[in-house]
């Protein structure tokens, strides 16, 4: 399939651009609406659709005025200082609880280990409305609902799978003898920990770390329902707007956060290149 | 090493038996292991399972009427509702003494608003009568609360009050099965009222349709991928990963700008002169915009699995294949296609496991035609406040989640799971 050999029949030649054709068109389908959206940013009207002035790419089609009103509006800046303080506190909590499990769950010995991990990776499995609503139950029994911690817990417990499968996958390379020849030379658990463990599975705990931050930073139906107007988000604020009055700041808001998405994705890539390349799993 | 027989039992150097000490160590072991993960078995106990145990409870919990009424719940203890007669003076009686209670604390109405979720008319009710239950102090309690509200003297009411009375009911569930106990027993509600099985269907029917939308999209792009030299692969992954990375609202606002009457793709197709500017497209706000938006948002998750089982299967069977003389379509559905299976298994459980449960995009381009049923789970718990019965629908769904989830464990292994 990679390259048309010289004796290809025209039938094969036709259906070998015709495939190509197709899933150009797919990759087209898949990326189109998160590009389309980057130059409607930009519309100087208020209009959700490209103007004649935009297509003529005249200047005056094109104006920062939604960019200035997403960073003048106190709304969204609220929504933005909001989303900052919580999703950092919920990658905290996930990341530490969660690399220190994974590390436990990677030892030979587990005891009812499968029974474990399923728990631990419940958060990802179960819908994130059933969440919302146990969480909003319960939340509201102990007096959580509501509250900045309430919407941090969620966040750290939703988080928490994301952490477990990366360190542990980072785990599965890591060579068991090193902690032993560390142990032997007379370093204690917690200095063969930072010395020698932590900076070989720096890598996986990093990209579950920004999993954990991306899970916070974009979820939605969980603080929808367990936050008070004190903890409107980004995410919250978007979904209000486009559920009410649709205003073009959202368009200015979702490009800068394709721009974070960038960012985090070759952060990610990376990091999995660094990390395959300490494990020995690719040369270089 | 001892040489006779009677110590064949080998020791350490401290001179344990070697067998306990092994033992020991291994539990010291297992120990260590679980002290590092029980904070998180902890946090995720006490921060998300409990919260699922407590909806689960909330689902058959009915404490409301004999907390509120609990003289007039013992008092109905003896009353046949198949008799066909209204309760006699003695419950009248606990009924008024209960009320007067009530009325004081003020949970009458909430006990009215409880029991109107069964029966329309008696959160009215319970309001009228508490009202005029602080005038009634001499019995005959029964003619006063008749004429309090006719209501009183009607069998279906008291027959509601007795069916609720247990601390327990399987009531939020028989509704969210559009089902209802009434005096000739177990049965289905009118049609017209039957709206939960309708929504189930209908979120299984759109879920199984952007399953199969996802699988034809995904495994052209998955089979490409895996073809491709890696270097061109993995600039090709960028197109897939970046859309899995991006924010979900992102994704939902771009297809809501999208698929707009006045959006980008009708402006496009007046422009080329494909439909006329007064016949546009309507494709949000229904089953269309739903099945668009989330087949784009669900597509990652079908190409990742499809992708890293297909970059498994050796070129050389389909290349033996051919060189039998196997056509390219024979080659491919024969050899190539049997290996991908587990992918797709994979792909598709995964597809359709996060389909049944979505909410948010639903909710922005689903219109009224387009929810799902944890749109109505949102609605019961925000607008309606009947969270006995959201928490029922919601364990429904849990339930079928659960099982879905066994299926992919069954597939791929929960220890399988891989991001990126």
């Known amino acids: 399939m990679s390259a048309l050999p010289p004796y290809a029949s025209t039938g094969q030649k036709v259906w070998h651009y015709t495939f190509r054709v197709a899933c150009g068109l797919i990759f087209f389908f898949l990326i189109f609406p998160i590009l389309v959206i980057l130059p409607l940013s930009f519309n100087a009207q208020d209009f959700f659709t490209f103007t004649k002035e935009m297509l003529a790419f005249k200047p005056e089609g094109y104006s920062f005025k939604h960019y200035q009103d997403f960073f003048t509006n106190p709304d969204w800046q609220q929504a933005l200082k909001n989303s900052v303080m919580i999703a950092p506190a919920a990658t905290i909590l996930a990341t530490s609880f969660g690399t220190l499990a994974a590390i436990g769950l990677s030892r030979p010995h587990v005891p009812y280990r499968s029974a474990i991990m399923a728990i631990l990776i419940s958060p990802m499995i179960v819908p994130l409305i059933i969440s919302a609503a146990g969480m909003y139950f319960f939340y509201s029994r102990i007096g959580l609902q509501g509250t900045y911690w309430g919407v941090v817990l969620a966040h750290a417990a939703l988080g928490t799978p994301f952490v477990i499968i990366t360190v542990t996958a980072t785990l599965v390379g890591f060579d068991q003898s090193l902690v032993r020849a560390a142990a032997s030379m007379g370093a204690n658990p917690v200095t063969t920990f930072f010395k020698v463990q932590m900076p070989l599975i720096i890598p996986g705990v990093v990209s579950g770390g920004l999993f954990a931050f991306i899970t916070s930073f974009d979820e939605v139906v969980v603080v929808l329902f367990l936050g008070s107007a004190g903890q409107k988000t980004l995410p919250w604020q978007m979904f209000t707007g486009l559920r009410e009055q649709i205003s073009p700041t959202i368009l200015a808001v979702a490009s800068l956060m394709v721009a974070i998405s960038i960012v985090l994705l070759t952060v990610l890539e990376g990091l999995r290149r660094r990390s395959e390349r300490l494990r020995g799993l690719s040369p270089g | 090493m001892s040489e006779t027989a009677t110590e064949q039992v080998l020791t350490t150097k401290d001179g344990r038996p070697l067998k306990a000490s092994l033992a020991r160590a291994l539990r010291r072991e297992k120990l260590r292991a679980l002290v590092l993960i029980a904070p998180l078995l902890i946090f ?377």
């Open chain 2, 44 to 420: 995720v106990l006490l921060t998300f399972v409990a919260p699922i145990a407590d909806m689960l409870f909330r689902s058959v919990e009915n404490s409301i009427v004999e907390d509120t009424l609990p003289q007039t719940v013992n008092a109905l203890q003896d009353w046949d509702p198949s008799s066909g007669e209204v309760p006699g003076e003695p419950v009248f009686a606990a009924l008024a003494a209960d009320l007067q209670v009530a009325v004081d604390l003020k949970t009458h109405t909430r006990l009215g608003s409880r029991l109107n979720y069964e029966k329309t008319g008696i959160s009215s009710l319970f309001r009228k009568t508490g009202r005029r239950v602080k005038k009634m102090t001499e019995p005959p309690y029964k003619e006063q609360f008749l004429k309090a509200d006719k209501k009183w003297g009607q069998v279906d009411t008291w027959q509601t009050l007795k069916q609720f009375s247990p601390r327990y009911t399987d009531g939020y569930f028989l509704s969210s099965l559009d089902a209802e106990r009434t005096s000739e027993g177990l049965q289905m509600k009118p049609e017209d009222e039957q709206i939960y099985l309708l929504l189930f269907g209908r979120t299984m029917m759109l879920s199984i349709a952007i399953t199969v939308s996802c699988l034809l999209l995904g495994y052209p792009i998955a089979f490409l991928l895996a073809q491709l030299p890696l270097r061109t692969s993995n600039l090709l992954m960028i197109l897939v990963l970046l859309p899995f990375w991006t924010s979900l609202l992102v994704r939902t606002s771009a297809w809501k700008v999208l698929l707009q009457q006045q959006g980008v793709i009708n402006d496009f197709l007046v422009w080329i002169g494909l439909i006329s500017d007064a016949n546009r497209l309507v494709m949000i706000n229904n089953q269309t915009g739903t099945i668009i938006a989330m087949t784009h948002i669900l597509l990652p998750f079908m190409i990742l699995p499809l992708y890293s089982v297909m970059k498994t299967i050796s070129p050389t069977y389909v290349r033996a294949a051919k060189s039998l003389g196997a056509t390219d379509w024979t080659a491919f559905w024969r050899v190539y296609f049997p290996q991908s299976v587990p992918g797709i298994g994979a792909g598709a459980v995964l597809v359709f496991i996060l389909a049944i449960g979505y909410y948010i995009t639903p909710e922005l381009v689903g219109g009224t035609s387009g929810i799902f049923i944890s749109n109505r789970i949102a609605y019961h718990i925000s607008s309606s406040l009947n969270w006995g019965l959201a928490a029922a629908l919601g364990t429904l769904l849990l339930a079928a989640v659960m099982i879905l989830f066994i299926v992919y464990d069954k597939i791929v292994g929960i220890d399988n799971v891989k991001l990126g």
